[in-house]
């Protein structure tokens, strides 16, 4: 799987990317969050919400369980989709943007 992302924008709890899988692109979310879905309106604006096609979102709990969410989730989307990645620490937070191609930042 090629993976390479671009960062958009900074938020206080991450980073926000674009990035490409293959053919694939789509924004992600990536932030130290509990693993609760209402707490993505703290970090998407109602304008970036409606921007995007659907909105995937799943919990990283593990630095072990990053690259196989990501894979999971990137399966699933379309073209300009959007997906949000809660990850549980700093750890799973680095290996999400490990595999989100963000390796530089990582670590």
């Not at 879905?37 to 096609?53: G, K, M, R, S, W």
Request: hydrophobic content about 50%; proline content about 3%.
């Amino acid at each position: 799987m090629k993976v390479s992302s671009q960062i958009v924008s900074t938020l206080p709890q991450g980073l926000i990317l674009d990035v490409h899988i293959e053919d694939l692109t789509f924004t992600a979310y990536v932030v130290v969050s509990a693993p609760d879905i209402h707490l993505v309106a703290e970090f998407v604006t109602p304008e970036a919400y409606q921007q995007a096609n659907d909105w995937h979102v799943t919990a990283i709990e593990t630095a072990d369980d990053a690259e196989n969410q990501i894979r999971d989730i990137a399966f699933n989307m379309n073209l300009n989709d959007a997906a949000v990645f809660l990850c549980a620490d700093t750890a799973a937070y680095e290996a999400a943007l490990e595999a989100l191609g963000q390796a530089r930042l990582a670590g």
